[in-house]
């Protein structure tokens, strides 16, 4: 039976609705906030290919969520390396100097209307401007840190990402000032190159250091941790050393898409870091573990594992155990992907964190 009481008339001092948008009624007006999520990672960690990646995930991805460019420089990215990926089935190029690309995500989600309406309202339409500082990975390492050359004999997986150039200080000034303005942050961790170089800690501690520094100097903080919101992805996930180390340790699930795409399960993602972080034989990637432990909220905190490229499908347009990886090197030694690109938590980890910035607890 239908309730009276809701078409009575609102109190007379009950507070109104914000108006409909003008050209739709039936549709509220977005929500536009601007809002910034900076990408560290160490070099080969995938940032480019992260980025040239996130408009493939935003077109295979069930929800509903669009992404342009902000500027020409931004819409020319997604145009060229995306081609890259989809259509030449080649990583990106490099990533030698530092800029500035900013995206629209435009969508829908779930968020709270505010204190003053009391509960939630499903489907809220959300506009989030998305700025990402795309550097050379050199530009995060520590001083401290050894050669930062891949050896002559070791297996460089070769995703034409981010060069270890020389960089100048000014580089690492706006790398740092601009993830001190971020309100999330996806930090790459790569076990690949964790597990040939050891370098992850080296990488990581000194952006660490310089990024408190600047945060509590200018921003301040409610207490004595980093204000961001953290999401952590493990990287090259369709990579056999790390498959077969999520297989083994039980984190793998599977979609219920016609792909049968495996996943590490979310409530186990953060399990699967540790164990990586702590199986690191070279290095000190338990450091890294250790520090976004004591510096991040472990609320604000939610952890990934990604691909960018995903597994190889074949004519059967299904995963199967026997031949998943989708990169196979030619035999200059350059590496090409195999079959389409199915990205695996590329999307996810944005749109978590635009959530978070913008009020939701999800």
């Known amino acids: 039976m239908t309730n ?4 009575s008339p609102p109190p007379r001092n009950a507070p109104q609705a914000p108006p409909p948008n003008a050209q739709n009624p039936q549709v509220a007006e977005p929500r536009r906030e601007l809002r910034r999520i900076g990408l560290w990672g160490a070099p080969e960690s995938g940032k480019t290919t992260f980025l040239a990646a996130l408009q493939v995930a935003i077109l295979r991805s069930p929800e509903q969520w669009m992404l342009y460019g902000v500027n020409e420089e931004s819409n020319d990215f997604l145009d060229v390396q995306t081609g890259r990926l989809t259509q030449h089935r080649q990583f990106p190029s490099a990533t030698v100097v530092s800029g500035a690309l900013s995206w629209t995500l435009r969508g829908t989600t779930t968020l709270p209307t505010g204190k003053r309406w009391g509960k939630k309202v499903q489907d809220v339409p959300m506009e989030v401007n998305i700025e990402l500082l795309d550097s050379p990975g050199a530009v995060y390492a520590s001083k401290a840190a050894p050669n930062q050359s891949a050896p002559a004999g070791g297996d460089n997986l070769g995703f034409g990402d981010e060069t270890e150039e020389a960089h100048s ?3 690492e000034d706006k790398v740092i000032e601009h993830l001190a303005g971020c309100d999330g942050i996806i930090y790459l961790f790569d076990p690949t190159r964790e597990r040939r170089e050891g370098d992850s800690y080296s990488y990581f501690q000194r952006t660490l250091l310089k990024l408190s520094r600047q945060v509590f100097r200018d921003r301040g903080s409610a207490d004595a941790r980093l204000p961001q919101h953290l999401a952590v992805c493990v990287t090259k996930f369709d990579a056999p050393e790390v498959y077969r180390r999520a297989r083994v340790g039980g984190y793998l699930s599977y979609d219920d898409s016609p792909q049968m795409l495996p996943r590490v399960r979310e409530d186990s993602a953060g399990h699967f870091f540790s164990e990586l972080c702590k199986d690191s034989k070279v290095g000190n990637a338990d450091l890294v573990l ?8 472990p609320d604000r905190v939610r952890y990934f594992a990604s691909s960018a490229v995903g597994f190889y ?3 059967s347009d299904r995963f199967t155990e026997n ?7 030619n035999a ?12 695996i938590n590329i999307v996810e ?13 999800g």
């Open 4 to 7: 009276p009481s809701q078409f």
């Open 332 to 343: 200059d030694g350059t590496m090409q992907i195999r079959g389409r690109v199915w990205p």
């Open 349 to 361: 980890p944005v749109l978590w964190l635009g959530r978070r910035v913008n009020g939701s607890a």
């Open 169 to 171: 200080e000014g580089d």
């Open 313 to 315: 499908l074949g004519d």
């Open 323 to 329: 031949d998943y990886w989708n990169i196979s090197k």
């Open 290 to 297: 250790g520090s976004i432990q004591k510096y991040f909220h």
